[in-house]
């Protein structure tokens, strides 16, 4: 049950791995890895972990909520705050209000089955469905990994399936759409109070980078440099304060996107108009200020230039689909899409945008056509 020392400091205390090994109830061979920082907390860790695995309940005395507890205990500091904080509010309403007092080895097909039945019933969206598959299977994967079962119960039944139905339009502006769009908000801008300036900037942005929205609320002017924008950070608003910034969705995220020319000049433009205001401040929101521009705002304020310009209404998300669509239009490589738009895998980018792409049969056809035997 060694201790190792690691690269890394936490307010001036070494950061330490401590790794125990052990045999399951099942007779296999199994290994806990967990980090602590200073060596009192590593021993103390180690004897608390020695102990847990000498003392393992086994499957037939561990309830699904018990399991739980333990789950939460062991990921609070492995995985992300807002990612965390969904796990908990998705398994304590939809699936502890169900299988709480249930033991894990009583999760047989049937009784899964039933449960899926019950939130079937629910008005809940196919999205919302697999979202709280996913946080449960997560949970019976940290049961298999301790030792306490097999094998994960909720495989054997599978996940949630979408009714076959059309497959829904994507909404987005062209490029003539968007310069209706921005004329009208820079127009509304022109003849409203200063801060308004925020939600111009915040469209353009959105559709000159393709930036996720949280993205975007997270930037501030000391992201923007050489004339480019380093996405390093996103921004969760919550509904009572307390804003929470995070590392992006993943390691992909983290991007620097060159600014186009027009971009540039708004960017240029709201950060005179700041100045002249007296209100600049290099740490500063870009959209926002000392605090970034609420969520609910910006969403109203597209509503009223959507409908000023007299265009379809489209989500905040969709004028990051407004960027795709029209880069592909353009012929842009797709791994260069992939990139802007921070994805994990260029797969990720077709399967949302392939229904954008022109066919190419007719030219494949002809290329083929030029063979001659």
């Not at 310069?179 to 109070?193: L, M, P, R, V």
Request: proline letters at 4%; glycine letters at 6%.
């Amino acid at each position: 049950m060694p201790i190792y020392k690691m690269d890394g400091k936490r307010d001036g205390k070494q950061k330490y791995r401590v790794r125990i090994n052990y045999t399951d109830i099942f007779g296999k061979p199994k290994q806990i890895d967990r980090v602590a920082y200073g060596n009192d907390e590593a021993k103390r860790l180690e004897r608390e972990l020695a102990y847990s695995v000498k003392e393992q309940k086994p499957a037939q005395k561990l309830t699904v909520q018990a399991l739980f507890e333990e789950y939460k205990a062991a990921k609070i500091h492995e995985i992300r705050q807002s990612t965390f904080n969904s796990t908990v509010q998705l398994v304590s309403a939809h699936v502890l209000s169900y299988l709480g007092k249930i033991r894990i080895d009583k999760l047989t097909p049937p009784v899964l089955q039933k449960w899926k039945n019950e939130i079937n019933s629910n008005d809940f969206t196919i999205g919302t469905k697999k979202a709280i598959f996913k946080k449960f299977h997560a949970v019976l994967n940290f049961a298999v990994k301790m030792g306490y079962v097999s094998a994960n119960p909720l495989d054997k039944v599978g996940n949630f399936q979408a009714p076959l139905e059309p497959p829904k339009k994507m909404d987005f502006y062209t490029a003539d759409e968007f310069k209706q769009y921005i004329k009208c908000a820079k127009e509304y801008c022109e003849t409203a109070e200063p801060y308004t300036w925020n939600f111009y900037v915040f469209m353009c942005i959105a559709f000159f980078t393709g930036m996720r929205k949280g993205e975007i609320y997270a930037l501030t002017w000391e992201d923007i440099k050489d004339g480019e924008i380093a996405v390093t950070k996103s921004l969760t608003q919550k509904l009572k304060g307390g804003d929470v910034t995070t590392p992006p969705k993943n390691a992909s995220s983290v991007r620097n996107i060159s600014i186009p020319k027009p971009l540039q000049t708004v960017l240029e433009c709201h950060k005179d108009r700041l100045i002249g205001i007296d209100v600049f401040s290099s740490d500063g929101y870009i959209c926002g200020g000392a605090r970034p521009i609420r969520d609910s705002a910006v969403r109203e304020f597209n509503d009223d230039i959507a409908q000023l310009a007299m265009l379809k209404r489209i989500r905040l998300h969709d004028f990051r689909h407004s960027h795709a669509s029209l880069l592909i239009q353009e012929g842009i490589n797709i791994q260069e899409i992939a990139r802007r738009l921070g994805h994990s895998d260029i797969s990720t980018t077709l399967k949302t945008y392939a229904h954008l792409y022109p066919s190419e049969q007719d030219r494949a056809t002809k290329i083929l056509d030029g063979i001659l035997l």
